[in-house]
């Protein structure tokens, strides 16, 4: 193991000779930034929503304020106009000039940047938002009304923010003390109103981030000879600092007092992986803080808080001698340095033989039976003094070479850790030991020190979430690791507990179930303001006999949908359940165009319904090819028939019906010839028909030996159909009209297909224009009374289903179905 150890030096004298100096200025984009810039988006967003839906409150706010202002002396409101705008420019200036003389000439560049932006924003929004009164109000002598956007605030803001003010109290004083007489004269002298004044305000604040974010914040690295002056001021006798790689260097001292490993915490650290973090802290509840939303100061002194407490508690690990802040941007940490490398360099990964498979050429090198017991009792050491470390993997378990385990990585951990947090960090050294010693040694050393009860209690822990990045890389190459330790730990205590502990605070389903939801809201929304019809008026004007057959017909076509798609499922699937999944699908399409959110439901619930995956799409694939064969069948069928139908009076709908048919065949015989003409078209039709040929067509001939569960399959394609034909016709009748059957069967064929191709959830827009369309050509409606039925039909089928399937759509996921 020594010779390892020194192998391991010089190469590290060798990282140390190759890594670039300090004293660079470097660019990093901070996510930090970035949120801001998302936050300030929503709150100009709210703004204009304010401006536009809340008129009377925003209207009211600027009378109230206008009679304020009236009441005062002109001269001395003259006056102060005058000062704030000289003010406004002042400010900067003098900030610009003391940044240039600071030598920070690159911070100013990206402020003039984001003034300039800020500016171009305030006129542009002026042309967008010219339209909303309330943020504008008539001038004092006539002559028009103001800007939507007080411009003056907005590129003094963005140029101040953009440079940054963090410890220049001075500064930040007098631009507030600016900004809030500038507002204020603003307001008296009637050039602007409160919304103009806060959307000026937003707008400047979200371009200085939006600016930091896009070009990145300047950051400096600190110089060797800055760290080691620091490093002296602090007592320590630095003889020479060797850069070992980004943001860790090595220090050596005289007299040959130990060597440093120092740590450089600055904004490449705090803004590496945040974004990461953010996420698993969203979804996590364990998660530990991002280090990139704590101040630098705070993290400098919770990484020393930890490295003296570990020290203290006896535990093996990097004891801090110095902490010293290098300036706003930057701070460092000196730790006594430990020869010792990590798990992941020194041995191999457990990987168990297949059975019948042949040893290795090579042996596998694993840490011994005293490596592990050592290892678990400096973790017990952590635990004893309920410290968490929470961040254990091959990296941060480290052996040096007399065989002592070393514990690092502390800078994520915590002191009064609660009990989850302690059983957590059993479940992550289970997992790592295990990787590089196998399961089997990895739970006996840990009941050796531990006992069994911290041991089973991790058990409902060891979840790949719950696990740090390098622990779950190094278990995912290995998928039946994580399994073989799980069963190894029951074997051993077969009273553990097994249930898994939910330890995700979001799931991303329910993610996705939020954003649906506001996706069926904004289409409900959508759907009831953005048409002439009042849904109201259209229900209560309606016959009620008719209306009430509409009803009847909408809500049959969920049963039959249940045995139509039962048909094409040779497994045997519960009624009641299938029949929810139905209706839920009134829920999800409305958040997906194109029927796309009812097949991913389909296939969802025939995966939980333990049906493999493929045989799922199988199935799915099947229906939707017998869906489209019958409809274009019927779509002919009625199409033929229009002429027929005599109740319109009118002879040109049998050339209409015609028209629909010639245009259908013409375009597939154009298809087609292109098909077999060209030959890169050809392969690729080729390429897109296997997966129907290898899939599809097996599960149609299994199918086809069952021809009961496929009459019923077929049967329910059909009725389906009729019954949406059906309610559509009712709807037709109950609005006062008197259209043929065979009409409005394809007017309703021809806007389903539209449906399916609009690329808006739930086909909103094309389902009602083209289906009120088809209605006028083929019945010879009023377009108006045709939109009118079309609308009817809709709120049935499309707009009052989603509270039921919203409420099939939850019971089905209590019940785990899908």
């Given at each position: 193991m020594a010779t390892v150890i020194q192998a391991d030096e010089s190469q590290e004298q060798r990282t140390a000779q190759s890594a670039p100096r300090g004293g660079q200025t470097d660019r990093v984009r901070h996510p930090a930034a970035l949120i801001r810039l998302?936050?300030?988006?929503?709150?100009?967003?709210?703004?204009?929503?304010?401006?536009?839906?809340?008129?009377?409150?925003?209207l009211g706010l600027d009378t109230d304020v206008s009679r304020v202002t009236d009441q005062m002396p002109w001269?001395?409101?003259?006056?102060?106009?005058?000062?704030c705008g000289g003010a406004l420019l002042l400010v900067p200036l003098g900030y610009a000039v003391d940044r240039l003389l600071h030598a920070d000439g690159r911070r100013v560049a990206d402020g003039v940047l984001a003034a300039v932006v800020a500016y171009g924003l305030s006129l542009l929004l002026d042309l967008l938002a010219g339209d909303l009164t309330t943020l504008t109000h008539p001038l004092s002598g006539g002559d028009g009304r103001t800007d939507p956007v007080y411009g003056h605030l907005a590129p003094v803001l963005a140029f101040m923010t953009a440079i940054g003010t963090t410890g220049m109290r001075r500064w930040r004083s007098a631009l507030a003390v600016t900004l809030t007489l500038s507002g204020l004269s603003g307001l008296i002298t009637g050039y602007a109103t409160p919304l103009s004044l806060v959307l000026s305000l937003l707008l400047g604040w979200t371009t200085a981030h939006a600016t930091r974010y896009a070009v990145g914040e300047p950051v400096g690295t600190p110089t060797e000879d800055q760290i080691a002056a620091a490093l002296t001021a602090c007592g320590v006798r630095p003889d020479a600092v060797l850069a070992l790689g980004p943001s860790r260097y090595l220090v050596t001292q005289h007299d040959g007092r130990p060597d440093l490993d120092v740590h450089l915490l600055d904004r490449h650290v705090q803004a590496s992986g945040l974004l990461g973090h953010l996420w698993l802290a969203l979804r996590l509840r364990t998660a530990p803080r991002p280090l990139g939303l704590r101040p630098l100061r705070a993290g400098l002194e919770h990484q020393t808080l930890l490295?003296?407490?570990?020290?203290?508690?006896?535990?093996?690990?990097?004891?801090?001698?110095?902490?010293?802040?290098?300036?706003?941007?930057?701070?460092?940490?000196?730790?006594?340095?430990?020869?010792?490398?990590?798990?992941?360099?020194?041995?191999t990964e457990c990987t168990p033989a297949a059975a019948g498979a042949e040893p290795a050429a090579e042996p596998e090198i694993t840490p011994t039976d005293a490596e592990l017991r050592d290892a678990w009792q400096q973790l017990a050491l952590l635990q004893r003094r309920r410290i968490a470390h929470r961040s254990i993997s091959p990296q941060t378990v480290l052996l040096d070479a007399e065989g002592r385990v070393h514990l690092v990585g502390l800078a994520r951990g915590e002191i009064a850790a609660s009990d989850l947090l302690l059983r957590l960090d059993v479940a992550g050294m289970l997992a790592v030991l295990a990787v590089h010693a196998g399961p089997e040694r990895a739970v006996r050393a840990a009941i050796d020190v531990l006992g069994r009860g911290p041991v089973g209690a991790a058990l409902p822990l060891l979840q790949p979430i719950a696990l740090a990045r390098d622990t779950r890389a190094a278990l995912a190459q290995h998928k039946q690791l994580a399994g073989e330790l799980r069963a190894e730990v029951q074997r051993q205590m077969p009273?553990?507990?097994?249930?898994?502990?939910?330890?995700?605070?979001?799931?991303?389903?329910?993610?996705?179930?939020?954003?649906?939801?506001?996706?069926?809201?904004y289409a409900l929304l959508n759907f009831l303001f953005n048409t002439n019809v009042n849904p109201v008026t259209l229900v209560a004007d309606s016959d009620p006999l008719w209306l009430a057959g509409a009803v009847l017909w909408a809500a049959a076509s969920y049963p039959v949908a249940t045995f139509a798609f039962?048909?094409?499922?040779?497994?045997?699937?519960?009624?009641?359940?299938?029949?929810?999944?139905?209706?839920?699908?009134?829920?999800?399409?409305?958040?997906?165009?194109g029927g796309v959110g009812g097949l991913a439901l389909n296939t969802r619930y025939l995966q939980c319904a333990n049906i493999p995956t493929a045989q799922a799409m199988s199935s799915i694939g099947v229906s939707q090819l017998f869906g489209l064969v019958l409809h274009m069948m019927q779509l002919a069928v009625f199409s033929a028939l229009v002429g027929v139908d005599t109740t319109s009076g009118d002879d040109s709908s049998a050339l209409t019906g015609g028209w629909v048919v010639w245009l259908a065949g013409l375009a597939a015989a154009v298809v087609a010839v292109s098909i077999a003409a060209v030959p890169s078209l050809r392969r690729r039709a080729q390429t897109l028909l296997r997966p129907l040929r290898a899939e599809v067509l097996p599960r149609l001939l299994d199918l086809a030996q069952r021809p009961g569960r496929l009459a019923t399959g077929v049967a329910g394609q059909l009725l389906v159909s009729m019954c949406f034909v059906a309610c559509l016709y009712c709807c037709t009748r109950a609005v006062g009209q008197h259209p043929g059957f065979n009409a409005v069967a394809v007017s309703f064929l021809a806007g389903n297909?539209?449906?399916?191709?609009?690329?808006?959830?739930?086909?909103?827009?094309?389902?009602?224009?083209?289906?009120?369309?088809?209605?006028k050509a083929t019945a010879g409606l009023d377009y108006g009374t045709a939109f009118a039925a079309v609308m009817l039909y809709r709120l049935l089928t499309f707009i009052l289903p989603v509270l039921p399937g919203w409420a099939a759509f939850t019971w089905l996921k209590r019940r785990r179905a899908i």
């Open positions: 998302v936050s300030g988006l929503c709150w100009i967003a709210l703004v204009l929503l304010l401006a536009g839906y809340a008129r009377s409150s925003a001269p001395p409101v003259k006056l102060a106009a005058a000062l490295g003296h407490a570990a020290a203290a508690a006896g535990v093996r690990t990097r004891t801090p001698v110095a902490a010293v802040e290098l300036g706003p941007d930057a701070a460092l940490v000196a730790y006594r340095r430990i020869d010792a490398r990590p798990f992941a360099e020194l041995f009273q553990a507990a097994t249930e898994p502990v939910r330890l995700e605070r979001v799931r991303p389903r329910t993610l996705l179930s939020i954003v649906a939801g506001v996706a069926v809201g039962s048909g094409f499922v040779p497994e045997k699937l519960s009624f009641r359940s299938t029949l929810a999944a139905q209706v839920a699908g009134a829920f999800v399409k409305v958040a997906a165009p297909a539209a449906g399916n191709v609009v690329p808006t959830p739930g086909g909103v827009g094309g389902v009602e224009g083209l289906t009120a369309g088809m209605l």
